[in-house]
């Protein structure tokens, strides 16, 4: 029996993971890696708008399904992939990006070919793709075996992007050794502890678990990167331990639970008791390591005392000035399951429940009415998908229904990131629905991916919320700038044009139309397309204090 090609096996192996899609886009240079995603059994090629959206689809498919594939060919489709797998770099995804080069027959003459910069200088693009990745390799017939397994060793491990090059006529030669069967994500380890430092931090942190008297947990998405929901889910339930979210982390477990607070970030907190809860706690534990990004932390003003706190990190603990420093989160997330003391000391919940139902059936709608009917349309099952903007502010303060994930860029922050990352959640999420959120704005950069949900048949519900300008772009500024003016488009009839003629699709001023559209969706199983009209007016600037605490741009104690 023959080997496989260069190619062939690269796809093959990755489809060991557990990965059944590769987004992309075709590409003369990537023929070989196209073809043999084709013919793959195991994977079906999603042919996206452009390499941007498949970036993003990828990134939303490797939240849900642990690692995904994404391929573009040399040059100007890796290019154009660059700010999305550099936010999937930001938000700790695998996504293994594999690119077609020219063959080193063009190469090795330096022949101009197209995609250059006509100057017969070749590889001067792959610095650029490395740099949004964990780990790259060029992969040749005889290191193909060994430099893959390095390569998916050091994406999982890290939990980040890996870059693969392939020149094409590589690509099409059999591979040299034997090749390796490899185990799904869900079995394999992907992280060793030294036994020593492990022993150590669990010693520490257990000790002051048991000397603590009303601690508090904050998880972070971290633990769902390396699949680890179950087992925070366990150890919750045995220590009886309270937790909060912050607002990158909302979804992560459930909002439903008894010792679920709300979310933390300072003083914008949700609700604002949560704030003096988790700042008052004589132990805080991190479990996957905050990020201390303005949004996470409400503009800077957590108040945490770092005597208090203990973090655990991907592969690191932190205590004070103590660190121990080759420790896996999953050991140390079993060492606290095993040996983790109960808290029964009674900590007062918060009220945190449904927002309230305000507006009558011919009122027309605004934020106050529809985030409402959004939170009870919202069932166990359903991954809720937030793009950047104002909506993300609604959002993150809202709690969400037993069952309901979440995922958003809030770090990143790249819109337009929403809507092609739906279509990548939604293909990996087939037990339950996913309903996207989005800004006109942010969807009218890559709304073309419409017509690829409909080809494959993916069945999202979407709202887009239309005021007709970059709205955050008035909340963070000032009213009246041209440049926040959008084009004025009928989204609603996008759908049917764009190929996706089973979806519900409607436009909808009022509250009784939204109530309408959301017992319509509940009543089928299509995919569904809702333009929500929502006031221009209501994006109004923050006061002048708060957008500085957010930019810092204003002169200190200037008059």
Not at 134 to 142: E, G, I, N, R
Not at 156 to 185: C, E, F, N
Not at 256 to 278: E, Q, T
Not at 398 to 416: A, F, R, Y
Request: glycine share 10%; charged share 20%.
């Amino acid at each position: 029996m023959t080997n496989p090609t260069v190619a062939e096996y690269v796809v093959k192996r990755l489809s060991d993971l557990g990965v059944d899609k590769v987004f992309g886009v075709p590409g003369d240079y990537s023929f070989p890696i196209d073809d043999a995603i084709e013919v793959c059994p195991t994977l079906e090629w999603i042919a996206c708008a452009n390499e941007l959206n498949a970036a993003y689809a990828a990134d939303g498919y490797a939240r849900l399904k642990g690692a995904a594939i994404l391929s573009t060919t040399y040059g100007v489709g890796e290019l154009s992939a660059i700010n999305g797998v550099m936010g999937s770099k930001a938000h700790r995804l695998p996504v293994f990006h594999l690119v077609g080069a020219p063959s080193r027959r063009i190469t090795h003459q330096r022949l101009i070919t197209h995609h250059t910069l006509g100057d017969g200088v070749y590889g001067n693009f792959e610095s650029l793709s490395a740099a949004t990745c964990c780990v790259s390799a060029m992969l040749t017939p005889d290191n193909a075996i060994d430099e893959l397994e390095r390569v998916i060793r050091e994406a999982l491990r890290q939990s980040a992007p890996a870059y693969v090059v392939i020149p094409m006529d590589y690509a099409r030669m059999q591979v040299v050794g034997t090749p390796v069967k490899g185990a799904s994500l869900t079995k394999i380890k992907r992280q060793s502890s030294v036994t020593a430092e492990l022993d150590g931090a669990l010693k520490a942190v257990i000790a002051r678990l048991k000397a603590a008297k009303n601690p508090v947990a904050l998880p972070s998405a971290m633990l769902s990167r390396y699949g680890l929901q179950q087992k925070l889910k366990t150890f919750l339930d045995q220590s009886k331990m309270p937790y909060a979210t912050k607002p990158m982390d909302k979804g992560l477990v459930s909002e439903g639970h008894a010792n679920f607070l709300g979310m933390y970030a300072g003083d914008r907190s949700s609700p604002l008791k949560v704030r003096d809860i988790v700042q008052n706690a004589d132990l805080i534990l991190d479990l996957g390591g905050i990020v201390l990004e303005d949004l996470n932390t409400g503009l800077w003003s957590d108040a945490i005392p770092m005597d208090r706190m203990i973090s655990i990190h991907d592969h690191w603990v932190q205590m004070g000035t103590t660190i121990f420093s080759y420790v896996a989160i999953e050991d140390m997330l079993d060492g606290l399951i095993a040996q983790a003391p109960v808290f029964t000391g009674k900590t007062e919940q918060p009220t945190f429940d449904l927002l309230p139902l305000t507006g009558a059936a011919g009122d027309a709608l605004g934020s106050a009415t529809f985030y409402p009917r959004l939170q009870r349309f919202l069932r166990g099952g359903d991954v809720l998908v937030v793009e950047t903007g104002t909506c993300m502010l609604h959002l993150g303060a809202m709690k969400l229904p037993d069952g309901v994930g979440c995922e958003g860029q809030t770090l990143w922050g790249s819109i337009g990131w929403a809507t092609p990352a739906a279509m990548g959640v939604a293909m990996a999420n087939a037990a339950g629905r996913t309903v996207a959120v989005t800004g006109d704005g942010s969807h009218q950069l890559t709304l073309n991916e419409l017509g690829v949900m409909g080809r494959y048949h993916v069945k999202p519900i979407i709202f887009v919320l239309n005021n007709g300008i970059y709205g955050v772009e008035d909340v963070l500024s000032e009213r009246g700038h041209e440049y926040d003016n959008l084009a004025a488009l009928n989204y609603h009839l996008l759908p049917q044009a764009m190929g996706c003629t089973e979806w519900l699709s409607r436009r909808v001023s009022t509250v009784g139309e939204l109530e309408d559209a959301l017992a319509a969706i509940n009543a089928g199983d299509a995919g569904a397309y809702i333009e929500v009209m929502i006031p221009e007016s209501e994006s109004q600037p923050l006061p002048k204090e708060i957008i500085d605490q957010v930019y810092k741009f204003r002169t200190p104690y200037a008059s």
